[in-house]
């Protein structure tokens, strides 16, 4: 690959630096200064221009390789992007399935410990009412069965977890904007506007856009030709 060798700048470098003590040093106080201070900005674009110019066979040099290994490498991604994207569903698929048996089957598994734990709970009580223990026996078949959770383990894959995680889906945009709207003050963060869409509509409408919460100016911007 090209190597990229940076231009030498220390011209550019004391023509800048020259340039920011006067712009600070500079005090526009009458019509003299005021000149002077449009001459030093005409000359701050010719500097602007001089340093794009030293950099732009390097910064040529550097996007053309830039490009040429970002694609090279998206080359080779895509393949494994597409196979993660075929298999990742089909494990969850899969997964869930296996999930949805495995609690059935704690499920029944519990439904039996409780039934086995009742039943020798019954068969104590008979027990201690036949050697004439009344109130043990009262006593045993009014107790609560308490029987441990049976858990069936979880099938496990190395190297791959399954995570929960929440998603969303917008249904109604225009209810859901509502919504937000009317409850400002705690989803504060979900209310934004696009500044960069509003300044393209302001400059294509100017004070035509009539707006309630938007305040549309003119402003002067110093502009060198």
Sequence with gaps: MTEIKLPNTSEIEV?????????????????ST?????VLLKSLV????EVQATFAESKDLTHKAHKAV???????????????????????????????????EQRILQAEAQK????????????AEKKGEKEKAERLVNAPVQVAPVVVPKQKLEGVVYQKSWDFEITDPETLIQALAANADKYPDLIKVDTVALRKLVKALKSHLVLPGLKVYQKDTVVVR
Excluded: C, F, V
């Design 15 to 31: 023509n800048n630096n020259d340039a920011l003590q006067l712009a600070g040093e500079l005090e526009i106080t009458n019509d």
């Design 46 to 49: 010719g500097l602007k221009k």
């Design 116 to 127: 086995k734990a009742e039943e020798e709970r019954l068969k104590l009580a008979e027990e």
């Design 34 to 38: 005021y000149q002077q201070a449009g």
């Design 70 to 104: 970002t694609t090279a490498e998206a080359k080779h991604l895509s393949p494994i992007k597409s196979a993660e994207s075929l298999i990742r569903p089909k494990m969850a698929e899969y997964q869930a399935k296996i999930e949805r048996a495995r609690q059935e």
